[in-house]
């Protein structure tokens, strides 16, 4: 173990003073290596810290060469007495996150045999993949347990046995260790080999929520948040649910059952219009029966009902070419152009040509767009 680093004497250290080592300018700014410091630098899973050094902001934190290096946009002259402040917020919010997911992570693998596979603390959520299948309801059993560990108020600690004492416990590693290993341990819930910041008591995380739980390659991937951030959260969440119940005027814990009922009407409305919509092209069709060729423009048709005009034309007997134009000026119209038995191929090239259009289909049919005036459309079609 590295003394040098105060975070892990204690995680609690928010400021402390130090002496610079060396002070280097390279592409990611100046990077600097302190005698000790409390900075925890990106790794195993958690971010780095953010702070101050002599009130200069520290942009990042890495390992380089087993040192931890800061990184600032000012210089600070090698030898010189730091005041460091660690970035407390946000270090406390990602020893919440953390240490939930040990925990959580410790009851899945005792309760369901599935081993933490992956875990990243993202900008919003914290997600947690496991390499089995596991159901909703087998994610809120353990949100309840790990929610009854956090009010327990359980105790942490970090151990550092050597490999002969490993050999007697049982603890959760990603690979297979050598020499003396950094163990934390939630006691009751999990045991795990990691370097990062974790929480001094279980009731420090507050509330471990589980948000989300999809399939994910072989297991399921598990979107969970904890403390501040899962309270956050679940108030964004509420404020949606309040705007919905307002919009439905319907109780906070019946939205779905006014969702659900609003778009079952919209569903029968929608099928509703679908008939007279039908009918009345049904009825238009009617009203050219017999013509050669026919040009209609009709407002706010679907690229489908255009499609359905024009057929219902061609089947109602017309000869010649029959096109059906819908839309307007200002954004253009779509179009279905059809001949019964006939290759209207190159008419529909050319129409494309002269009107700014695109589009084909069948030799017989074709669907598209035009975007020209409906003056430009007739004039074209007065010339054919
Ligand atoms: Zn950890």
Known sequence: MDLERLYYKDAYIREFTSKVVSCEKDKKGYALILENTAFYPEGGGQPCDLGTLNGIAVTYVG?????????????????????????????????????????????????????????HMGKDMIT?????????????????????????????????????????????????????????????????????????????????????????????????????????????????????????SAKTGETA?????????????????????????????????????????????SPDSVRNLANMLMENGAQGICSVFSGNDGEGYKYAVCQKDGDIREFIRNMNAALNGRGGGKPFFAQGSVNCKWSDIENFFKEV
């Open 128 to 248: 947690l993949d496991l390499d089995k299948e596991i159901t909703w309801e087998q994610v809120q059993e353990v949100e309840r347990q790990a929610n009854e560990y956090v009010w327990a108020n359980v105790r942490s600690a970090a151990l550092y046995p050597d490999e002969a004492e490993r050999e007697k416990m049982d603890y959760r590693s990603k690979k297979p260790l050598k020499g003396i290993v950094r163990l934390i341990s939630f006691p009751g819930a999990d045991m795990c080999a990691c370097c990062g910041t974790h929480v001094g008591s279980s009731g420090e995380l507050g509330i471990i929520k589980m948000f989300s739980c999809q399939k994910f390659h072989q297991g399921v991937r598990i979107e969970m948040l904890c403390g501040g951030r899962a309270l956050d959260h679940i108030n964004l969440q509420l404020e949606q649910n309040k705007a919905i119940s307002n919009l439905l």
């Open 63 to 119: 390992e380089k060469d087993d040192e931890v290096v800061h990184y600032t946009d000012e210089p600070i002259e090698k030898g010189a007495e730091v005041k460091g402040v660690i970035d407390w917020e946000r270090r406390f919010d990602l020893m919440q996150q953390h240490s939930g997911e040990h925990i959580v992570s410790g009851m899945f693998h005792e309760k369901y045999g599935c081993n933490n596979v992956g875990f």
């Open 257 to 301: 059952k006014a969702a659900d009922r609003l778009l079952t009407e919209n569903r029968a409305m929608k099928a509703q219009l679908i008939g007279y919509e039908k009918e009345k092209l049904e009825t238009l069709a009617q009203s050219h029966k017999g013509e050669n060729s026919v040009l209609i423009r009709e407002e706010g048709l």
